[in-house]
């Protein structure tokens, strides 16, 4: 169980970030970002922040260099390192399940590289797929009219409800160094969940448009087909998701602003044990 007397210093106070913040009763709490009270280009303030940190975690992404690791990387020796990386690294599998032990093959060499300088630190990587969470899920995305279906078959992707995100990375605190992969028990079709938040909003499925009309990044995104093994996380973190599937973590943000709606949708479905 984490300390209750930590003190954290955040690098990118993002979306995945507070929500880790937010989870430490009793911790002190430094961040840069637009969110946080750090300025991360005050050299001073920030060592000094180091210096005093317990614990560091960085969620920003990386440019050519890790910007952290460029500017800081030098002070960080001696504290708890954590890292939110992506399962991107792995590239596409085929839609085959992969676990740490796979190679970084990802089609982004700079997030690559920040992976294995992360791990080369003795930090824990924590390996993430695509996150959602309140404000931010394929429900918001449907209500506003910019969710899509691609009518792909065969194509599957892994998910984290931030939430669980949160309680591995705080699970973290006590583990070894190493790579984790933070997924849900149920890897998915793209279209199965928009089409499952549609059915929650009692709203008609958004329509099927051809890959060769969404931009560049979302065509890269649906390039990849690939299951992401959480096995290590639960072996070695202790952790498990509460959300394992993306039925649960749908129902669970419609509850938050339509509970009648959210207890009268469809039962979940029995989550892959993998």
Request: with cysteine; proline share 7%; glycine share 10%.
């Amino acid at each position: 169980m984490a300390r209750s007397d930590g003190r954290l210093l955040i690098f990118g106070l993002g979306y995945a970030a507070s929500a880790v913040a937010a989870r430490l009763d009793g911790w002190q709490v430094s961040a840069t970002g637009s969110a946080g009270d750090l300025d991360f280009d005050d050299r001073d303030a920030v060592m000094a922040a180091i210096d005093a940190a317990t614990h560091i975690l960085s969620s920003v992404p990386p440019g050519e260099d890790d910007p952290v690791l460029a500017t800081y990387g030098n002070r960080l020796s001696g504290k708890w390192l954590g890292y939110l990386s992506s399962t991107g690294v792995y590239g596409d599998t085929g839609g085959a399940w992969v676990d740490e032990s796979a190679p970084v093959k990802g089609r982004r060499d700079e997030r690559n590289r920040a992976d294995a300088a992360w791990l080369a630190l003795r930090a824990r990587v924590f390996r993430l797929p695509g996150i959602y969470g309140p404000g931010r899920s394929p429900l918001d995305r449907v209500a506003a009219g910019t969710a899509h279906r691609t009518g792909i078959m065969g194509q599957v992707f892994s998910r984290i409800h931030v939430d669980d995100l949160a309680q591995g990375v705080i699970a973290g605190f006590d583990a070894p160094p190493g790579a984790y992969n933070l997924a849900d028990d149920c890897p998915a079709p793209q279209d199965d969940v928009v089409t499952f938040a549609a059915k929650l909003l009692g709203i008609a499925p958004p329509p099927i448009v051809p890959l060769e009309s969404l931009s560049p990044a979302a065509r890269a995104f649906h390039a990849e087909n690939r299951r992401v093994a959480n096995g290590k996380a639960k072996r070695v973190l202790g952790w498990r998701s509460r959300y394992a599937d993306y039925r649960t973590g749908l129902r669970a943000l419609r509850a938050i602003t339509n509970p009648a709606a959210a207890s009268n949708a469809p039962a979940t479905a029995s989550p892959d044990q993998r």
